[in-house]
């Protein structure tokens, strides 16, 4: 293993080109994260305003499936970038072997579950406050049905 003029190991320049591959697959993850929220938002907004302006519950009620559908999406995609970044900090660290440019993240899968990632603080906040709001159109909807 190489050494610096400390006598600390020292990363290769093949290492080097290696976490920054994974790093690329990090920021593509992110984006697609970011894009995935950007389309809850919209297909969420329809839902919102047609429940606003229908007296009936059933869209909005039908609104809780695309936001469901994306909050496990994007779940997925945090979960890949998780294990990427488990992977990127084995490779960083030179002590830890690590196959030169390996992608494989499955040795990581047990140290982020899948349930962790969906409860997990930015999944609830982003996904669980667009859910709670369908749910209001949804009780709102009935109510509006029952008294008429």
Excluded at 11 to 30: D, N, P, S, Y
Excluded at 66 to 80: A, H
Excluded at 106 to 120: D, E, F, G, L, N
Aim: proline share 5%.
């Amino acid at each position: 293993m190489p050494t610096n003029d400390s006598g600390n190991p020292s990363i290769t320049q093949e290492e080097i080109k290696h976490l920054e591959f994974i790093q690329a697959i990090v920021t593509r993850l992110g984006n697609g994260s970011f894009l995935i929220k950007g389309w809850t938002m919209t297909v969420a907004g329809v839902f919102f305003g047609i429940s606003a302006n229908n007296p009936g519950w059933k869209i909005a009620a039908a609104g809780i499936i695309p936001i469901m559908g994306f909050w496990l999406l994007d779940s997925y995609f945090l979960r890949q970038e998780r294990l990427f970044r488990r992977l990127y900090d084995d490779v960083r660290r030179p002590a830890i072997p690590v196959e030169l440019f390996s992608m494989n993240v499955q040795p990581y899968h047990r140290t982020v579950p899948w349930c962790a990632v969906i409860r997990s603080h930015t999944m609830v906040n982003f996904y669980g406050t667009l859910a709670l709001v369908d749910i209001a159109f949804i009780v709102s909807g009935i109510i509006r049905v029952t008294r008429t």
